[in-house]
């Protein structure tokens, strides 16, 4: 585990808000020095806690408006490479989690419309070892904005 302090954890929160925020920015909110905050923030990416910065989509105004989660079971002992290659395959795929327990995994999809996500579901289908799908479509999502780590809890 890596040792982070309450100064990363807001560097980390004001990041997750903004991954274009300047260090000038991030040092006046959390009352370091520009330099400090650049120190931190690589050291950060050093140890591997941050592991990229990304930009958020509107993907309905893409054309990308419907959102689906498919669980998927697969037969009896297909390995994991082969669940996650056998999704990720399809560009409408956006993510893949293995999961323990039935079902085998659940898959994160975007597309056009309702036929789009019916092709995209009888290609899963037809992978040899897919046994079985159940498609959950997406109404609405929340995100967390941040994230912090839950604190060690003090006794008194």
Do not use: C, N
């Amino acid at each position: 585990m890596i040792d982070v302090d309450d100064l990363d954890h807001q560097l980390l929160r004001l990041l997750r808000e903004d991954g274009r925020r300047t260090f000038s920015d991030m040092a006046a909110q959390v009352g370091l020095s520009v330099a400090a905050v650049k120190r931190r923030v690589d050291r950060l990416q050093e140890v591997g806690v941050i592991t990229g910065f990304t930009v958020q989509i509107d993907h309905a105004k893409l054309g990308w408006g419907i959102e689906a989660f498919t669980e998927v079971r697969y037969a009896g002992a297909t390995p994991v490479s082969e669940i996650v290659r056998t999704a990720t395959g399809l560009p409408e795929v956006q993510a893949v989690f293995t999961i323990a327990g039935d079902p085998d995994a659940l898959i994160h999809v975007r597309v056009r419309d309702i036929d789009h996500l019916q092709q995209v579901i009888d290609s899963l289908r037809r992978t040899g070892s897919v046994t079985g799908t159940k498609t959950l479509m997406v109404l609405g999502s929340w995100t967390r904005d941040g994230w912090d780590a839950p604190r060690t809890l003090r006794r008194p």
